[in-house]
Nanobody, 123 residues
Framework: QVQLVESGGGLVQTGGSLRLSCALSGRTFSSYGIGWFRQAPGKEREFVAH????????YHADSVKGRFTISRDNAKKMVYLQMNSLKPEDTAVYSCAARSSGIPVRSISYDYWGQGTQVTVSS
């Protein structure tokens, strides 16, 4: 089992920044990757970013590329999502998730999920 807990969400104005944190605990696999997803009310869950736990290789969705940056601290077992230049359409519940295999952009690939943290961007 892997537990993930998100924090750092909040209310910001358009153009503002937030840094989300994902704290991991429990069993850790060297092959695991960590993804960030978001889901707005009435919308499908959307892939945001992914990082390889071991080597820090990253991939960001086109919708956030250049604005969001995923990173990790292996020693602290933390994954971060730095969100800059926020837009109202970024408003969603953001969740981190862990996978050991599968396609990173597909939510079905992930084995464990956090509870999510709300990000609201006002216009």
């Amino acid at each position: 089992q892997v537990q993930l807990v998100e924090s750092g969400g909040g209310l910001v104005q358009t153009g503002g920044s937030l840094r989300l944190s994902c704290a991991l605990s429990g069993r850790t696999f060297s092959s695991y990757g960590i993804g960030w997803f978001r889901q707005a009310p009435g919308k499908e869950r959307e892939f945001v970013a992914h990082i390889n736990w071991g080597n820090s290789n990253t991939y960001h969705a086109d919708s956030v590329k250049g604005r969001f940056t995923i990173s990790r601290d292996n020693a602290k077992k933390m994954v971060y999502l730095q969100m800059n230049s926020l837009k109202p359409e970024d408003t969603a519940v953001y969740s981190c998730a862990a996978r050991s295999s599968g396609i990173p952009v597909r939510s079905i690939s992930y084995d464990y999920w956090g509870q999510g943290t709300q990000v609201t961007v006002s216009s």
